[in-house]
C-alpha cells in the first residue's frame, strides 16, 4: 500500500497527549530568503521530539524561534498556554545544550551548572544542593572543579545538559547535542539522554541531522526540508509510509526509480518492466511518479520467482555490512539495491529473479 | 489553524534597550570625537579665512604654489624610497624568526620592539648626534648633509622598521606545514618552494607592511621637524600654515591632500585584507623549520646587524642625553635632565603626558572593549551598530597631524558647546582615544570573536543578563587583550607628537611636544633627554606588562591549562 496517496496513519494515530508547545503557522525570513515557512506543530508534555532534516532545512531556524534567540517573523509559538512568540528570550522558560555546548571556559563544572542559580530564590546553600544533585545526575560528581578544558567531549556534554536543567525548565532544547562527539560516545550518550530525559519527564526538543539519532531516541520525528516540514510522526511510521517523496529518500536507505502509471488499473510501468502496484489505482493513466523501495523489501531468488511482476537482472556489486550483504542489481536501466543474508549471496555478474513486493512500493506522483 | 500569517511583534527586554543605549554613548563620543572635527575640516578647505564658501579656490591656490607641489612630491619619493628598504628588511628579519632556528628569536623580538616605545624624533635626534653638522661620523657623509631627505629615510627606517616586521611576521608564522611537505614530496627545489608557498602567503603581508610604512611615513610630523632642515614635506607643511601663518583654511587643504595617501593606504589594505580570507584552513598543521647552516647563519648575521643598529639608534640618543657638551666634552652628567632649565614646562611636561596616556588607556580600553562586544554580542545588528563599526575603522586612515588640526578647527569655533575643551587636558585624552581607536577596537573584536557566539544566549535562557555574563565570563577570558589594548593605547599615547602639536594649552603641554620645542630652541641634548625619558617610561610599562603577565594568567588563565 502507499503512504504517498493516503493520509498517514501514523503521524495522525501517534500518542498526542496534552499539548504543551503549540507552533502555529511560523515563518522566518532573513531578509528575502524565507528560512521557515508556515511551520505548524504541537508537542504533548514530557514528549521527545526530533527535528530532522538536511543542513538548511530550516530545523534550527525553527528551534531558535522557539527559543526567542532568533524571533519568528510571523506566525505564533504558545508554551504551557502561553503565547510566548514575541518574548526575549529570557522571558521565557527553557533550557538549551548547543552543538558547541558554550560552556564557559574560565569558571569549573560547578561554576558552570549553577551559572543560572543566582538572585534571592538561590541562597548559597540551596545553590550547592542543587549542584550536586545535579552532579549526581549527570554522573559527574567527581569532577566539580575541574575546568571544561580538562573534561572529554563526552563529560562537557553532560555538563552542559546539567547546566540546562539546574533550574528544571518546562523545555529542554537541544540543537545537535551530539555531532561534536565520536561515534561510539555518541550512542552511548544518546541513550543517557533519553534515559535521563524520560526519569525527569521534560518536554524536550532536538534538532539533529543524523536520522538514526532521531529514529532512535524519540516519540515523534518531524522531518524538514527546504524550511517547510515534510512529515511529523513516530520513528516507524515516517520510515514506513513517508509522507512525501522528500521523506522516502531521506529517511533509510532506498532505491529511486520514475515510472508511469500504466493502462492496467494497479499495474506500473518503469525501464520496460511491467510492475503490480494496487496504490496507484486511483492515479490516472500516464502520471509519472517517484518509486522507492527499501533494500530490505526487494526480494532475489525463489521468493521472487513466487511473485507477480519478477525479473531478471543482473549482479553488479556486492557490499558487506556484517549482518547482511548489499547488492547492487540492475535490469535494463533500473538499478536496485537489496539486503541479502551473507549465505545467499550471489556471484558478481550473475543473473538472478529478482521482485519487487507490491504492497511495499512507495509511490509519489510528480508534480509536473 | 488561521491562514493570516500576522507579523510578530518582538518585546524588546528593558536590558535590550539598555545596551543600545551605550552603543548610542559609543556613536556619541565617536561622532564628537571624530566625524563632527573631519567634517569641519572638511568645510573650513573651502572657506576663506572670513568663512565665505570660496569653492575651490582654496585647492587652486594650493597647486599654483610651487612650493606646496613640491613638498607632496617630497612627501611621496621619501616615503617610496623607505618603504622600499624597510620592506625587504623587515621580511628578512621576520623571516628569521618565524622561519628559520637562529637562536635568541626572544630577544630579537624584543630588539625589534624597541622603536614602537619611543617616539619619532628620538631617532632623527640620535642621526643628527652622529650625522648632525658636530656628527662624530660625518666624515663619512663626504660633504652630504643629514638634514633633508637623507635623514628623514634614514630616521623613517628605524622608526618603521617594527610596525612592518611585526606584520611580516604574523603573516610568515600562519604557514601550514603540509604545503611544504607537498611540495617537497613532489620534488620542488628550495626556491621554487619559496616562490610558490612561501611569497603566496606572505603576499598580502607584504601589501599590508608596505601599506603601512608609506602611510606611517608620509603622515609622520615628528622626523622631518627635526631632522628635515629646509627640505618640505607635506606634514611640516601644514604645521607651518597652521602655527606660523596662521592660514587654517590652506591648513585644512593640506590637511585633506596628506588625508589622500592614507585612505588610498587604507583601502589597499582592507583590500588586501579581503583577498587574505581563507589561506589557512583550521585544520592546518604548524610549520616548524629544521635547522640549516646555509638558511640560519646568513638570516643570523642580519637579525644581529639590524639589532645593533636599531640598540645602537637608541644607545647614541641616550649616551648623547648623558653628554655635557656634545662632542667636544663627552663627561657624563644629568644636567640636560633638569628640564625645567631648558623649558617652561620643565618636567612637568612628562606628568602630563603620563596622565594623558593613563586616562587615555584606562577610559579609551573601556570605551573600546564595551562597544567592541556590544558589536558582537550585547547589541549586535541593526543600522546603529554598521554606524559605529563603520566610524571605528576611520581613525586608521586619518593621520594625528589632520585629527589634531580637525579637533582645533571643530572646538575652536566660536560656535561650538564643547569649546570648553579647548586648552584643557580632556581635548588631549579624547584625541589619544580617537587617534589610536580602529587598532583597539579591531584587538578587542578579534579577542570577542574567538568566544562561543552562544555565550550570551546560555546566558539569557537561565535568564541571566548579558551584562553579568560580560562581567563573569567575557571580561574574564579576554584580560590579556584587555592588557595589551591598554598598553599599546598608553605607549602610542605617550610618544605621538603629530595628533597633540595643536592642542595643547599653556598647562598641558605634552612631553613629546617639549622635545619638539627644546630641539626648536637648539637644546638638542635636552631634546635627547626628554625623548629618552618618555622611551623609559614607555619601556617600564611594557615591562610592567611583561611581568603582571604572569600573575594574571595565574589569576584569570588558570583554565586553560589543560
Redesign the interface.
Same mark, same amino acid.
Given at each position: 500500500m502507499s503512504a504517498g496517496l493516503a493520509e498517514a496513519p501514523g503521524a495522525a494515530l501517534a500518542a498526542a497527549p496534552a499539548p504543551y508547545l503549540v507552533v502555529d503557522q511560523v515563518s522566518k525570513s532573513f531578509g528575502t530568503f524565507r528560512a521557515l515557512e508556515r511551520a505548524s506543530l504541537t508537542v504533548g508534555a514530557g514528549e521527545f521530539v526530533s527535528f530532522l532534516g538536511p543542513s538548511g532545512c530550516g530545523k534550527t531556524t525553527l528551534l531558535r524561534a522557539i527559543a526567542g534567540l532568533d524571533p519568528a517573523t510571523s506566525g505564533r509559538i504558545v508554551q504551557d498556554g502561553r503565547d510566548i512568540t514575541g518574548l526575549p528570550p529570557s522571558a521565557r522558560d527553557f533550557g538549551i545544550v548547543f552543538q558547541s555546548y558554550a560552556l564557559f571556559p574560565n569558571l569549573n563544572v560547578s561554576e558552570n551548572i549553577a551559572y543560572g542559580l543566582r538572585g534571592k530564590a538561590w541562597p548559597r546553600s540551596r545553590r550547592q544542593q542543587r549542584v550536586a544533585e545535579l552532579l549526581t545526575l549527570v554522573g559527574l560528581a567527581d569532577q566539580a572543579t575541574k575546568y571544561p578544558a580538562q573534561l572529554s567531549g563526552g563529560q562537557q556534554q553532560r555538563v552542559a545538559l546539567a547546566r540546562a536543567l539546574a533550574n528544571e525548565p518546562g523545555l529542554l532544547l537541544l540543537d545537535e547535542p551530539l555531532s561534536a562527539l565520536d561515534a561510539i560516545v555518541r550512542l552511548h550518550l544518546r541513550q543517557e539522554i533519553r534515559a535521563l530525559q524520560r526519569r525527569l519527564g521534560v518536554t524536550t526538543v532536538m534538532v539533529t541531522h543524523d536520522q538514526e539519532e532521531a529514529m532512535g531516541v524519540s516519540d515523534r520525528v518531524v522531518v524538514m526540508s527546504r524550511g517547510r516540514i515534510e512529515q511529523i510522526g513516530t520513528p516507524e511510521a515516517i520510515y514506513r509510509h513517508p509522507a512525501t517523496a522528500f521523506v522516502a529518500g531521506f529517511v533509510g536507505r532506498s532505491s529511486h526509480f520514475d515510472a508511469v502509471v500504466d493502462a492496467t488499473p494497479g499495474m506500473l510501468r518503469a525501464e520496460g518492466l511491467v510492475l503490480p502496484c494496487p496504490a496507484t489505482r486511483g492515479l490516472l493513466f500516464g502520471t509519472q511518479v517517484s518509486t522507492y523501495i527499501r533494500p530490505e523489501d526487494v526480494r532475489l531468488g525463489p521468493q521472487a520467482q513466487a511473485l507477480p511482476g519478477h525479473f531478471v537482472a543482473q549482479v553488479t556489486h556486492v557490499e558487506f555490512l556484517g549482518p547482511i550483504c548489499r547488492v547492487s542489481l540492475e535490469a535494463g536501466r533500473l538499478r536496485l539495491e537489496a539486503d541479502v543474508h551473507p549465505s545467499l549471496v550471489p556471484a558478481v555478474g550473475s543473473d538472478v529473479m529478482a521482485a519487487l513486493p507490491e504492497d511495499r512500493l512507495l509511490v509519489f506522483p510528480q508534480d509536473v | 489553524? !488561521?491562514?493570516l500569517? &500576522?507579523?510578530? /511583534?518582538? *518585546?524588546?527586554?528593558l536590558? *535590550?534597550r539598555l545596551l543600545r543605549l551605550g552603543l548610542l554613548l559609543a556613536l556619541a563620543v565617536l561622532l564628537l570625537g571624530l566625524v563632527l572635527p573631519l567634517g569641519t575640516l572638511l568645510l573650513r578647505a573651502f572657506e576663506d579665512a572670513d568663512g565665505h564658501f570660496v569653492g575651490l579656490a582654496n585647492f587652486v591656490a594650493y597647486v599654483a604654489t610651487p612650493s606646496l607641489r613640491i613638498a607632496a612630491w617630497n612627501s611621496l619619493w621619501t616615503a617610496a624610497l623607505t618603504t622600499i628598504i624597510v620592506v625587504p628588511l623587515a621580511f628578512g628579519f621576520a623571516y628569521a624568526l618565524t622561519r628559520s632556528c637562529i637562536p635568541g628569536k626572544g630577544i630579537f623580538r624584543a630588539v625589534m620592539l624597541l622603536p614602537v616605545l619611543a617616539p619619532s624624533l628620538l631617532p632623527a635626534l640620535a642621526l643628527i648626534y652622529l650625522f648632525g653638522n658636530q656628527g662624530m661620523l660625518r666624515v663619512l657623509l663626504f660633504g652630504e648633509s643629514i638634514y633633508g631627505p637623507a635623514g628623514i629615510v634614514a630616521a623613517q627606517v628605524f622608526y618603521c622598521f617594527p610596525h612592518a616586521a611585526l606584520i611580516l611576521a604574523v603573516a610568515l608564522s600562519t604557514a601550514d606545514a603540509r604545503l611544504y611537505e607537498a611540495a617537497e614530496v613532489l620534488k620542488a627545489g628550495r626556491a621554487r618552494i619559496f616562490a610558490t608557498v612561501t611569497l603566496p602567503v606572505a603576499r598580502y603581508g607584504l601589501v599590508s607592511a608596505s601599506v603601512v610604512v608609506f602611510t606611517l611615513v608620509v603622515t609622520d610630523f615628528g622626523i622631518p621637524k627635526v631632522i628635515g632642515g629646509q627640505f618640505p614635506v607635506l606634514a611640516t607643511d601644514v604645521y607651518k600654515q597652521v602655527v606660523g601663518l596662521q592660514n587654517f583654511n590652506m591648513g585644512a587643504v593640506v590637511g585633506l591632500v596628506l588625508l589622500l595617501p592614507a585612505i588610498g593606504a587604507f583601502l589597499l589594505d582592507r583590500w588586501a585584507d579581503g583577498q587574505r580570507a581563507g589561506t589557512l584552513s583550521g585544520r592546518a598543521v604548524p610549520y616548524v623549520p629544521k635547522p640549516r647552516r646555509a638558511r640560519d647563519l646568513p638570516l643570523l648575521a642580519l637579525c644581529l646587524l639590524v639589532s645593533t643598529a636599531l640598540v645602537g639608534i637608541v644607545g647614541v640618543a641616550i649616551w648623547g642625553s648623558l653628554v655635557t657638551f656634545w662632542p667636544y666634552n663627552l663627561t657624563l652628567t644629568l644636567n640636560n635632565y633638569d628640564f625645567d632649565r631648558f623649558d617652561t614646562a620643565g618636567w612637568s611636561a612628562l606628568w602630563t603626558s603620563v596622565r594623558i596616556a593613563l586616562a587615555a588607556a584606562v577610559c579609551g580600553t573601556a570605551l573600546v572593549f564595551t562597544t567592541a562586544w556590544l558589536l558582537e554580542r550585547g547589541a549586535p545588528g541593526g543600522k546603529l551598530g554598521h554606524a559605529v563599526r563603520f566610524i571605528a575603522g576611520l581613525p586608521l586612515a586619518v593621520p594625528g597631524l589632520v585629527l589634531g588640526l580637525a579637533f582645533i578647527l571643530f572646538f575652536n569655533h566660536p560656535a561650538n558647546p564643547f569649546g570648553f575643551l579647548y586648552g584643557t587636558l580632556a581635548i588631549l585624552v579624547l584625541n589619544g582615544m580617537v587617534h589610536f581607536y580602529t587598532v583597539m577596537h579591531l584587538t578587542a573584536a578579534t579577542a570577542i570573536r574567538q568566544l562561543?557566539p552562544?555565550?550570551e544566549? #546560555?546566558?539569557? !535562557? &537561565?535568564? #541571566?543578563?548579558a551584562v553579568?555574563t560580560f562581567g /563573569?565570563?567575557t571580561v574574564?577570558?579576554c584580560l590579556p587583550a584587555i592588557l595589551d589594548i591598554a598598553v599599546y593605547a598608553f605607549v602610542n599615547v605617550m610618544t605621538t607628537v603629530s595628533a597633540v602639536i595643536f592642542l595643547y594649552g599653556p598647562d598641558t603641554k605634552p612631553a613629546s611636544v617639549a622635545v619638539v620645542h627644546m630641539d626648536e630652541a637648539g637644546q638638542a641634548s635636552a631634546a635627547a633627554a626628554m625623548a629618552v625619558t618618555i622611551l623609559a617610561v614607555t619601556c617600564s610599562v611594557k615591562l610592567l606588562q611583561l611581568a603582571s603577565g604572569g600573575l594574571v594568567e595565574r589569576l584569570? *588563565?588558570?583554565? /586553560?591549562?589543560?
Open positions: - | 489553524m !488561521s491562514d500569517a &500576522l507579523p510578530v /511583534r518582538v *518585546q524588546v527586554p536590558e *535590550q562561543d552562544e555565550f544566549a #546560555v546566558g539569557a !535562557s &537561565l535568564k #541571566v543578563p553579568v /563573569r565570563v574574564p577570558i584569570t *588563565q588558570r583554565w /586553560r591549562r589543560r
